[in-house]
C-alpha cells in the first residue's frame, strides 16, 4: 500500500517562514513528480509547486521567489520552504505524487493536507 504522509505547516506571521514535508511509503519503483497544492476556502485547488524526478520544477506566479521545492529521492521526501509569507498563502495544503510502484502499477496520490494559516 502506498502511501502519503505530510508533516509541517501551522501558524505563523506574515513575513515569517514554515517548511512543509511529505513522505511517499510502500513498494515504490519510480515518483516520477511530487508537489504541493493548496485551498483556501471557497476556492479551487491550485498548484503551488512540483518537482520532476528528472530535475524539473514549476511554480505558480504568486509563489515565485518565495517558496522552494526540493526532493529527497533517496528518502522519497519533498520540501516545500516557504519565506516571506503572506497572508493570501492561508490555505489547506496537500502534497501530491505521481507514481508508480513495485508491480507497475500507476498512482496520483494526495496526502491529507495540512493546514497553513498567516496573521497579518
Known amino acids: 500500500q502506498v502511501q502519503l504522509v505530510e508533516s509541517g505547516g501551522g501558524l505563523v506571521q506574515a513575513g515569517g517562514s514554515l517548511r512543509l514535508s511529505c513522505t511517499a511509503s510502500?513498494?515504490?519503483?519510480?515518483?516520477?513528480?511530487m508537489g504541493w497544492y493548496r485551498q483556501a476556502p471557497g476556492k479551487q485547488r491550485e498548484l503551488v509547486a512540483r518537482?520532476?524526478?528528472?530535475?524539473?520544477?514549476n511554480y505558480a506566479d504568486s509563489v515565485k521567489g518565495r517558496f522552494a521545492i526540493s526532493r529527497d529521492n533517496a528518502k522519497n521526501t519533498v520540501y516545500l520552504q516557504m519565506n516571506s509569507l503572506k497572508p493570501e498563502d492561508t490555505a489547506t495544503y496537500y502534497c501530491?505524487?505521481?507514481?508508480?510502484?513495485?508491480?507497475?502499477?500507476?498512482?496520483?496520490?494526495w496526502g491529507q493536507g495540512t493546514q497553513v494559516t498567516v496573521s497579518s
Open positions: 518537482a520532476a524526478d528528472h530535475g524539473t520544477t
Open positions: 501530491n505524487a505521481d507514481l508508480v510502484d513495485s508491480w507497475y502499477d500507476d498512482y496520483d496520490l
Open positions: 510502500g513498494n515504490i519503483l519510480r515518483i516520477r513528480t
